[in-house]
């Protein structure tokens, strides 16, 4: 008898990617200690994920066949029991072991505003009162909170909220109302089913003056039986493109009174007469939307495009069509240089990206520290700017990557099932949650001195300087990117300088950041030669430059992906596995479909009434 067309799933590795590790140029394990901040690093994450990995309630082996309500559901049961495992090992809420649990989790365990934002604003921008009172609850998930930001008519532009907050001396509160419908808060995660308490920002009013954007702790629903409070009407927005399993949701309030002592106040308060006082910058206020952004640049957006070139690169060197030559096998599609041409620039960018985003973080440390130790917000314009800047370029870049690396994958990655769709959708969002990524890009351009010439020859002329900036403003993004773009690449140049006694590395380093660098001319080069940077010659000899550093990498491609360390049940792809079985899970999960389970019996019984 001949072998089964459908047999169990197949032992070991399949040989076509067992081949493409057998000697890489590098010592695998030592990318994978840079990339994880060193070796103790890597051993604690490892450690963290096995313990998630070996808990049932952590399983999402069905994630592609839940509705809507189970993924939410799925979401809420895995935040609490990722509590009760804090609680039972010992992990603290800002310690090395909690942060590897939420990054391997990601929005894909529920309360992530709450935890990633709520809490840490609280921190930020609160008192060693409010401090103490509030974070102790939140981290127990007796209450559960939202960072209520966005409104229904205004989103990045922050100066334009309508949300309003009037102090009442008379009775120590403040009145919080939305007095249109434009400034219903819309779009904030953990709001439309689970938040009880709700981080507003609203425009301060107090004798008789707007003080600006501030931040409110505000009760939203009851604690007993989690009904909306009087003059809060609250839900969930509906279906998105993707984070089905999240509740973003809308807040209606009117005539809501909250305590005095709820205003954050570490920077600003208002006194018990109703006197305004401020203490330090008035870009405080932004220093959460700050944070929020370093933390999606590591945890969602660069994780998305490193997700997708384990997936596309694994799965074409197990997928072979056609022949190069005749009389031989069919060819691994890696081996095409049209496809290293789609994939390894998006390899050289995780990189590039990863220890751009590291040494930003380093930056928002150092920044944070001066703030709250001697009163120093000299660096935050720089600080804003940047982050602004460097979320919209990654965002645009890993987006447009992921949807690369899909479309490499043919057919197969059209299908939910190899998980690149479900990272399109999701990054996507990025380009548009925490700034819309040309705005964003806009913010940069006010920092970067001389980019405007043509601006101040405007100015010069007698336009009015808004009219001046909006005829000039693509220019002024154009120049952000490439602001940005330079610091990239010569962060990456400055990481390699650092890498002198591991030559193996730096030299597979030194690969990826030329490519990086040189696919980034061949996407501008019509800037590069319209400026007079660069000669038609001159681009073709980056042309030939690049077609080389792909062959460089061609040997080292899986190498270089598997050095990211992700398991299976962090790729949730059936053409990415590790072992490149890729045609067998394809296969096997599509066992699973509902539309599978029974015979569509509704169907028969509709299609025999209409004959």
């Known amino acids: 008898t001949g072998q089964p067309l459908v047999t169990a799933t197949q032992s070991g590795v399949n040989p076509d990617i067992h081949s493409e590790r057998t000697s890489p140029s590098f010592p695998v394990e030592r990318v994978t ?32 066949f839940l509705t809507r309500v189970e993924q939410y559901e799925g979401s809420v049961r895995r935040a609490v029991r990722l509590r009760e495992k804090m609680k039972e090992l010992g992990w603290a809420d800002n310690g090395t072991e909690a942060m590897f649990a939420f990054r391997v989790l990601g929005a894909d365990v529920a309360f992530g505003i709450h935890n990633g934002v709520f809490i840490p604003t609280i921190k930020e921008l609160g008192i060693e009162a409010q401090i103490a009172k509030w974070v102790p609850l939140a981290q127990d998930l007796q209450i559960i909170g939202t960072y209520a930001q966005t409104e229904l008519g205004h989103g990045t532009y922050l100066r334009g909220l309508e949300t309003t907050v009037t ?34 920002l609203a425009q301060l009013y107090t004798q008789g003056k707007c003080q600006g954007m501030h ?35 809308f807040l209606i309030l009117q005539n809501v009174h909250i305590p005095r002592e709820n205003m954050l106040c570490r920077y600003s308060e208002v006194s018990p007469d109703g006197t305004y006082v401020k203490r330090g910058s008035d870009r405080i206020n932004y220093f959460s939307m700050v944070l929020t952004r370093t933390r999606l640049l590591s945890a969602e957006i660069i994780p998305a495009l490193a997700k997708a070139c384990v997936i596309a690169i694994r799965y074409s060197v197990v997928r072979r069509q056609s022949k190069l030559k005749p009389g031989e096998m069919e060819t691994k599609i890696l081996d095409y240089q049209m496809q290293q041409q789609k994939l390894f620039p998006q390899l050289a960018t995780v990189f590039a990206f990863h220890f751009m985003a590291s040494s930003f973080e380093a930056f928002c440390n150092q920044v944070k520290v001066q703030i709250k130790s001697k009163g120093d917000f000299s660096s935050l314009p720089e600080l804003h700017a940047l982050s602004a800047g460097l979320k919209a370029l990654l965002s645009d870049v890993c987006s447009a990557g992921v949807e690369t690396c899909r479309r490499a ?19 996507a969002g990025s380009c548009t949650y925490e700034g819309e990524n040309t705005v964003m890009q806009l913010q ?8 405007g010439f043509q601006l101040q020859s405007l100015l010069q002329s007698g336009v009015e300087q808004y009219v001046a900036w909006d005829s000039t403003s693509i220019l002024l993004a154009q120049a952000a990117i490439a602001h940005c773009q330079y610091t990239i690449v010569n962060n990456f140049v400055e990481t390699m300088s650092r890498l ?9 380093l030194q690969v990826l950041c030329d490519l990086y660098a040189l696919s980034g001319i061949l996407a501008n080069a019509e800037e590069f030669l319209h400026d007079g940077y660069m000669t038609g010659h001159q681009l073709d000899l980056v042309t030939a430059s690049q ?7 061609r040997k080292d491609a899986v190498s270089l992906v598997d050095a990211f360390d992700y398991s299976d049940q962090q ?34 019984l509709a299609l025999s009434s209409c004959c």
């Open 167 to 200: 102090f009442d001396p008379s009775n120590q509160e403040f009145v919080i109302n939305m007095p249109r419908l434009s400034s219903i808060k819309w779009w904030p995660g953990d709001l439309g089913r689970s938040a009880t308490h709700a981080l507003v």
């Open 444 to 451: 940069t351009a006010r920092l970067i001195k001389n980019a």
């Open 500 to 508: 002198q006694h591991e030559p193996e590395i730096q030299q597979v």
């Open 547 to 553: 077609r080389d550093l792909l062959t460089c990498v």
């Open 571 to 604: 790729l949730h792809s059936a053409i990415g596995s590790y072992d490149g079985h890729a045609y067998q899970r394809l296969f096997e999960w599509a066992q699973k479909a509902p539309m599978n389970a029974k015979v569509p019996f509704a169907l028969f």
């Open 33 to 64: 200690n840079l990339l994880d901040g060193g070796a103790e690093l890597t051993a604690t994450r490892r450690h963290v994920e096995s313990i998630i990995n070996s808990d049932s309630t952590f399983s999402q082996d069905d994630r592609y």
């Open 409 to 427: 994958c043919g057919g197969h990655g059209y299908s939910l099932l190899s998980g690149l769709p479900s990272l399109y959708t999701r990054v």
């Open 215 to 249: 931040a409110f702790i505000v009760q939203i629903r009851s604690l007993v039986d989690h009904s909306s409070l009087p003059g809060v009407t609250v839900g969930d927005i509906g279906p998105k493109m993707n984070f089905d399993q999240v509740d973003n949701g």
